[in-house]
């Protein structure tokens, strides 16, 4: 479709985060059920039921707007997603996973922020302000999401997955283990790991970037 205003661009644009919050509904599922560390699965899990509710909103938009629905792929969102899958046939111990799991996400996250930041201004730009306000709500979920997992990294994940990097391999370095995991497969079963401690300090990633 041609576009030749901030409106057509609007539109793209949020059939783009659309299609965006669809893929998500599928792959968050599978996010949770390969992280082990049980607030992690809980992140992901509490965020899936945003999400949902991150596409009804959008459909509530697309019905103020009069426009049908949307068939659009996000490719941006498909390729995070991809790296996701990629991340989950590594053989890597389980906390190492789960910090690579909460950097994927985070990648995610930031990506929808850009995404509804855009969209909320060209609305309230377009003096749409209920719009505004919806998509408004969207970007305060993805940030507090974003923020949450910044967390569990800093106090848990991130810390065993140094500690994990020095000291006796856990079971979850068995073959085995990378085979049945992987986001691509409806198939697999969650990952378990025994207990963890709370040694070493070295921090890695966005999660520490503030
Ligand atoms: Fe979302
Ligand atoms: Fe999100």
Redesign the pocket.
């Known amino acids: 479709m041609a576009i030749n205003s901030l409106q057509d661009l609007y539109l793209e644009e949020l059939k783009d985060l659309y299609s965006a919050?669809k893929q998500?509904v599928k792959a968050l599922p599978k996010m949770a059920k390969n992280a082990a560390n049980p607030k992690l699965q809980q992140a992901f899990t509490d965020h899936l039921r945003?999400?949902e509710g991150?596409v009804e909103r959008l459909e509530q938009i697309f019905e103020m707007l009069g426009a049908g629905s949307p068939r659009k792929k996000c490719k941006g969102m498909e390729g995070l997603i991809e790296e996701a899958k990629e991340l989950l046939e590594e053989d890597a111990p389980d906390e190492v996973i789960d910090a690579g799991l909460i950097s994927k996400a985070q990648h995610v996250e930031h990506y929808?922020m850009a995404g509804y930041g855009t969209v909320r201004t060209y609305a309230r730009q377009l003096g749409l302000d209920k719009q505004a306000q919806l998509l408004q709500q969207?970007l305060d979920?993805?940030g507090k999401a974003n923020d949450l997992l910044t967390k569990i990294a800093e106090s848990s994940v991130n810390v065993q997955a140094e500690s994990e990097s020095g000291e006796s391999i856990t079971s979850s370095r068995r073959p085995e283990r990378a085979v049945s995991r992987g986001v691509a497969s409806e198939t697999t079963g969650s990952r378990k790991s025994g207990s963890r401690g709370s040694r070493g300090s070295s921090r890695t990633g966005e999660a520490t970037a503030r």
Request: proline content about 0%; hydrophobic content about 10%; glycine content about 0%.
């Open positions: 919050e998500l945003q999400t991150h929808e969207t979920e993805e």
